[in-house]
């Protein structure tokens, strides 16, 4: 052995033979059970952080302890490697994105490669391949088959930083969740997946994700957004027109005193009359450049315009205003609502602006009906039914029915369940990404792509210039195309998907990455799906991870695949979060740009006082730390140590040097602890087989106990808990605790006892050595090597523990005098009921409740508590 642990010497070494002998390829052993561990692949904007390691590690942990648990481990990687960074990177840098996305790929792949991951690298995908986006192709058209796909003209979020369409949910509280710039309406032609097909199975299937966090699945609930309801149609007057809208609270139509349409609803333009259409205009163009969160925000002010129109209650009879206001979106229901000021709040706050009618129609169960002046809020809670004609005594769930049912006979509407999610929208005004397969054809119209033309690739060159055109339109060899169909002149679609449509079935490509035919072979995924184990960032909760799931369903129905849901357990880790500085000059600045002034930091520039947060590591914020500077420094091995005993993975890990510092000590603490008894590693490996305990000294025979102990423990946090900072700190109270063989001596050949302290040192060194191969895996390769042990570490069975050794001598037991908590005593386990009544009856802190009374009953519950009855 080395005479200083050096992790630069040790971990080339040890990555060099685990690639030369192919260590991590999956499917060398099918008869046994297979674990798919997968991570949410990286997008390869830049270099790596050890923001990004964290997710990594946690995966490579769990994907080598299984391994060592004799399964057959699929574990691939691979870059999401389409997107917009790119492209506006190519903008700003005057470079081609794909040259920009293969060089950030090569860096990133080595970077994951120094970390020690233990990737099978021959299943790697890039999704910016021909090879790959292909079957994006391949898969939109058999949706296009399917009548999953269609071609749509619709109000659609128009980012106007990115200069690009978004689904919905990529809008947070009105911005682009990317670059963080308003989101504003805007309609375009598109083509959408029918994922509201979908929407009763995905909401369904929420109730089998046993193994995902109840935040994730939650979140997706709320998204899918199930509500039965009613439909309901308005006529408008004086014209064959009518409005749509979708009520809950069908039992308060009667109330209903005004309707309210989305600025952007279609039927504005139309039924706006002549003297009011200035208004509207200005009230639409506003609106227009308003954000959506701040028009739907509870405390904001709601104001609207009266279109000059009126539509007729079918129920009141009466006809009724048609406004517009801020607070209706056209993307959610049908863009439109029945107003009942009395009974909704926010219409109740609009009508006493604009001096609306308010009608009471529901009052409170056992009260009369108040008038509509005496309010000061709208009744907004279940009741009973009062000015609304042949309904008036009706409860209201039983309205609602009976109101639902009058609308379907009528033909006016009906029961109908309604969703907050929405088609998803996937074409993008953009340049790197895949070009959707479909031709314009004036004589065949719309034609899509035929297989064997497959895949429609992208032109090597295109005018990026960011305005919001496509710009494919511009490259005249891409559009200019001939029919499939009549041979004649058509024009290809120029907009690209969607980058969520690559992310959303890449976990399947990883099982069949080069086949030609199809995505993937049928009985690979029928071998390893679903994934067993995916870990990523809740962040994806409604994005990535509903996708991920439709396209499951998707694939299902395509006969690719024979499972529902594609992942069996969610780990979502937490951030790395480290201290960022920001000046009101400057904006983000590194480290590297800040000077200490006392309490305060400035910047090195203007000498401003920063703002100092501790926040997620990013490039943006620079405030990442480097895998290479950690490499450098301290070795992959500590970097992936620190990751996963600085906190558990679901929560935040703040960055901390120290922390970093500590893990490199406890590494070089085994290492010294291997050196000092390095001289006896060939002795201790001709001392095999269990430790005959009744040999040892009572020093050793706890010692004994502790190791079987940290064994159980270290897999008990590692397959149950995911508590792998728990499991490391066991790891490090069992390396202090082999000081007990420093004092070891040799003995003779015929010293019983020191032959079996020796040999439980063997076996306390090789578990230690197996228990860290996990975490810390070049680290353990060559403690296992110096050990002078067989093959390689991470292939032999990870250490087991006897559960007799693992049962303590003592148990504490809760004395209660009359009921109430008066001590915690340690007794031994085997000790006589007359011995645990002497030990508790003599402890002072009983004794002070009990001397001088008598003891008129004492209760001995084994194992568990005493309770004495004066």
Known sequence: MLEKYHPKLIEPKWQKVWEAEGLHRAGAHPERPKLYVLEMFPYPSGNMHMGHARVYVIGDLLARYWRMHGRDVFHPMGFDAFGLPAENAAIREKIHPRQRTLKNIETFRGQLKRLGLSYDWEREIITCEPEYY????????????????????????????????????????????????????????????????????????????????ERVVTMQRNWIGRSEGCELTFPLCGGGEAIRVFTTRADTVFGATYM??????????????????????????????????????EKATKEGVFTGAMAHNPFSGEDIPVWIANFVLAEYGTGAVMSVPAHDQRDFEFAKKYRLPIRVVIAPVGRPAGSATELTQAFVEDGVLHNSGPHDGKGSAQARRDIAAEARSRGQGGPTVNYHLRDWGISRQRYWGTPIPMLECERCGTVPVPYEQLPVRLPPEAPITGTGESPLSKVAEFVHTTCPSCGGPARRDTDTMDTF???????????????????????????????????????????????FRFFTRVMRDLGLVGIEEPVARLVTQGMVVRSSYRCPSHGYRAESGVVQDGEKVRCSECRAALEVRLEKMSKSKHNGVSPEAMFEQYGADTARLFCLFAAPPEKDIEWSDAGV??????????????????ERFDVLRTLDGPVDEARLSPELKAFHRLLHHTIERVRRDIEREFQFNTAIAALMELCNACKVFDALTAGGPDDAAAREALRLLGFALRSLALMLAPFAPH??????????????????PFPSFDPKLTVQDVVTLVVQVNGKVRANLEVPRAAPREEIERIALSDERVRKWTEGKAIRRLVVVPGRLINIVL
């Not at 292909?134 to 659609?156: I, P």
């Open 661 to 678: 510092a500590g893990c490199f000590g406890f590494l070089r603490r085994v290492w010294a602890l291997l050196l000092r008894h390095q």
């Open 501 to 547: 449509f690559d992310s959303s079935w890449y976990f399947a490509r990883y099982l069949d990455p080069r086949n030609e035919r199809l995505p993937f072979d049928r009985a690979a995924a029928d071998r390893y799906l679903p994934v067993d184990i995916y870990i990523g960032g809740p962040e994806h909760a409604v994005m990535h991870l509903l996708y």
């Open 779 to 796: 680290f353990a390769e060559e403690a296992w090597e110096a050990l002078g042990m067989p093959g390689r570490a991470c292939q032999q």
């Open 260 to 297: 309210v349409l989305a600025p952007e609803h279609p039927l504005v333009a139309r039924i706006t009359t002549p003297a009011q259409r200035g208004a509207v205009q200005e009230f639409v163009q506003r609106m227009a450049r308003t954000e959506r969160a701040v028009r739907t925000d």
């Open 134 to 213: 292909r079957f994006n192709q391949w898969l939109f058209l058999k949706m296009y088959e399917k009548g999953l796909v269609y071609r749509r003209r619709s109000l659609a979020n128009w980012c106007t930083g990115c200069l690009t369409i978004l689904a919905n949910e990529q809008v947070v509280e009105g911005r682009c969740e990317r670059c963080q710039s308003p989101v504003v309406p805007r309609e375009i032609p598109d083509w959408a997946l029918r994922i509201t097909r979908y929407a009763d199975e995905l909401l369904k299937g929420l109730d089998t994700l046993t193994a995902w966090p």
